[in-house]
């Protein structure tokens, strides 16, 4: 079953149950300090859950956008390595706010994955909070679902929050098992190991939201108990597919197969061969991000949202030239993401040239310093040795080549090496103060690095135009043995492009909500 049909069944078996189908929420969310991104897909909804908002119905069915790159809920340095982190994914969910609970929420579920997906309900597990009877006498009264395959876990597991603050309460998860022998006679410690390792694959959250957690941690009951369910569009594309990772799924394929024309190297889909394969998992994953957020509103800067962006783009273009392409590559992926997905997402296609171009002119600007900035990391870091990389030198690789700091940690991990990170902010703040005492305080802090999951965020400071065009007009990179290329024609097509933006837009994330769907 492709991705498409999946999701189409999803929203059409809810409606059947009277659900109404709302549109994805911004990635940005609107009016919440307390997130940078969208990372779940009752975002939207969080202030019916609090009784602060109107419901739109008694229950709710979505398709949510998603991205987990900060805070608590952070895959950024897992994607590409392992089978089913990503950085942007898609959340399907079904929604009651105050309308019903635990019994309809898993025969729902039951019925959907069993009946209109098919999935085998031998394979089938089930996971309740330790304290919570009402949910595993449910599931053994309304699955066919053993005693034995119904799992009491703790909170770590069983227990969600969106954030440090917030709805929040015990959940229930469904669970696959793909493991050829089945056996039911093992341990909890053993199922968790088979979940790490992907034998028995987790694919379906239901929340049964009751609480609302303060600062200090206290929870005070909703006022009605409700329900949150996210499912993962990619995890259960691959169990429906027959595949052992969503990157082999049909969301993902088609991003692979243009980072092979890109880069002139094949991908290989054996197991054997997947460390080799992480490069093009990475830039297909990297270009669903880069488009979402950009069509959202999200603009490239050094600030906030518009530095995660960054980092995701620069990230990408690493790994590409790592492997030699030294042209802009990832904006053709991009493309790719637009043809797919817009569709589903029409906002993307509204937006087709700016993502393209914008996409271009960040890819020109980094290529432009990346080369001293490796050689750079090669003196401070020479493979094959160990030690602790001085703050400064961190800051450096920051601030003079555009090597974002999670980069830079992610290849001292990759060699051996430790960063002084309590250096590296020193500087960083040095630099901040030194930037406000010119520009007479206009610039943002920025957070430390690493950053704490209970940082909260606000939207991107305005774009400074003249800033970028400046570091553009300046730029040259290398194009081959003894020959440099200037800012290509693309490339300002891409300043014109990001000019009209912010010159509609004093903030990048306001424009969100000029177009495309938002709640």
């Known amino acids: 079953m492709k991705a498409d049909e999946l999701r189409g069944r999803f929203i059409s078996y809810f409606e059947r149950q009277g659900h109404l189908h709302l549109p994805s929420g911004s990635l940005v969310p609107a009016g919440d300090p307390t997130l940078m991104f969208t990372n779940a897909g009752m975002v939207q909804f969080k202030?019916?859950?609090?009784?602060?908002?109107?419901?739109?119905?008694?229950?709710?069915?979505?398709?949510?956008?998603?991205?987990?790159?900060?805070?608590?809920?952070?895959?950024?340095?897992?994607?590409?390595?392992?089978?089913?982190?990503?950085?942007?994914?898609?959340?399907?969910?079904?929604?009651?706010?105050?309308?019903?609970?635990?019994?309809?929420?898993?025969?729902?579920?039951?019925?959907?994955?069993?009946?209109?997906?098919?999935?085998?309900?031998?394979?089938?597990?089930?996971?309740?909070?330790?304290?919570?009877?009402?949910?595993?006498?449910?599931?053994?009264?309304?699955?066919?679902?053993?005693?034995?395959?119904?799992?009491?876990?703790?909170?770590?597991?069983?227990?969600?929050?969106?954030?440090?603050?917030?709805?929040?309460?015990?959940?229930?998860?469904?669970?696959?098992?793909?493991?050829?022998?089945?056996?039911?006679?093992?341990?909890?410690?053993?199922?968790?190991?088979?979940?790490?390792?992907?034998?028995?694959?987790?694919?379906?959250?239901?929340?049964?939201?009751?609480?609302?957690?303060?600062?200090?941690?206290?929870?005070?009951?909703?006022?009605?108990?409700?329900?949150?369910?996210?499912?993962?569009?990619?995890?259960?594309?691959?169990?429906?597919?027959?595949?052992?990772?969503?990157?082999?799924?049909?969301?993902?394929?088609?991003?692979?197969?243009?980072?092979?024309?890109?880069?002139?190297?094949?991908?290989?889909?054996?197991?054997?061969?997947?460390?080799?394969?992480?490069?093009?998992?990475?830039?297909?994953?990297?270009?669903?991000?880069?488009?979402?957020?950009?069509?959202?509103?999200?603009?490239?800067?050094?600030?906030?949202?518009?530095?995660?962006?960054?980092r995701i783009l620069r990230r990408a273009v690493r790994h590409y030239w790592l492997l030699g392409r030294r042209d802009p590559m990832l904006h053709d992926l991009v493309g790719v993401v637009v043809d797919q997905m817009s569709p589903t997402f029409p906002e993307l296609e509204a937006r087709r040239e700016h993502l393209l171009a914008t996409t271009e002119a960040e890819e020109e600007l980094f290529l432009s310093t990346i080369e001293g900035g490796m050689s750079e990391i090669d003196r401070a870091m020479p493979p094959g040795g160990t030690g602790t990389v001085a703050g400064e030198v961190a800051f450096k690789l920051k601030d003079t080549y555009g090597i974002p700091e999670d980069l830079t940690g992610l290849i001292a991990r990759e060699r051996g090496y430790d960063i002084d990170w309590k250096g590296f902010n020193e500087a960083l703040e040095a630099q901040r103060a030194r930037s406000r005492s010119i520009a007479g305080g206009r610039f943002l802090p920025q957070p430390a690095y690493p950053p704490s999951a209970s940082a909260a965020w606000s939207p991107p400071s305005a774009f400074d135009r003249s800033l970028w065009a400046t570091r553009i007009s300046k730029s040259k990179r290398t194009a081959g043995a003894g020959s440099t290329t200037a800012c290509t024609r693309s490339c300002w097509n891409g300043i014109r492009s990001i000019s009209r933006v912010a010159a509609r837009s004093p903030t990048p994330g306001a424009w969100s909500a000029t177009g495309g769907p938002s709640m």
């Open 47 to 310: 202030g019916i859950f609090t009784g602060e908002a109107e419901r739109p119905g008694p229950s709710a069915v979505t398709s949510q956008k998603c991205l987990r790159v900060s805070g608590k809920h952070n895959d950024l340095e897992e994607v590409g390595r392992t089978a089913r982190h990503h950085t942007f994914f898609e959340m399907l969910g079904n929604f009651s706010f105050g309308d019903y609970f635990k019994r309809e929420a898993i025969g729902y579920a039951w019925e959907f994955v069993t009946g209109d997906l098919g999935l085998e309900p031998d394979r089938l597990w089930a996971t309740v909070h330790h304290d919570d009877d009402d949910a595993f006498d449910l599931w053994l009264e309304l699955t066919a679902i053993p005693e034995a395959r119904i799992r009491r876990l703790g909170d770590k597991d069983n227990f969600w929050q969106m954030g440090d603050t917030g709805p929040c309460g015990p959940c229930s998860e469904m669970h696959y098992d793909l493991r050829v022998e089945l056996d039911d006679r093992i341990t909890d410690d053993q199922f968790e190991a088979a979940g790490e390792a992907d034998r028995i694959i987790e694919f379906w959250n239901l929340v049964f939201m009751q609480f609302d957690r303060a600062p200090d941690g206290t929870d005070t009951p909703l006022p009605a108990p409700s329900i949150d369910t996210g499912a993962g569009l990619e995890r259960i594309a691959a169990l429906l597919q027959g595949v052992g990772t969503n990157y082999h799924t049909d969301l993902f394929l088609p991003l692979i197969d243009a980072a092979q024309e890109g880069l002139g190297l094949e991908y290989s889909l054996a197991p054997e061969d997947w460390e080799d394969g992480v490069a093009f998992r990475v830039l297909a994953d990297h270009a669903r991000a880069v488009a979402f957020l950009l069509a959202d509103g999200v603009f490239p800067s050094n600030e906030k949202r518009g530095y995660v962006l960054r």
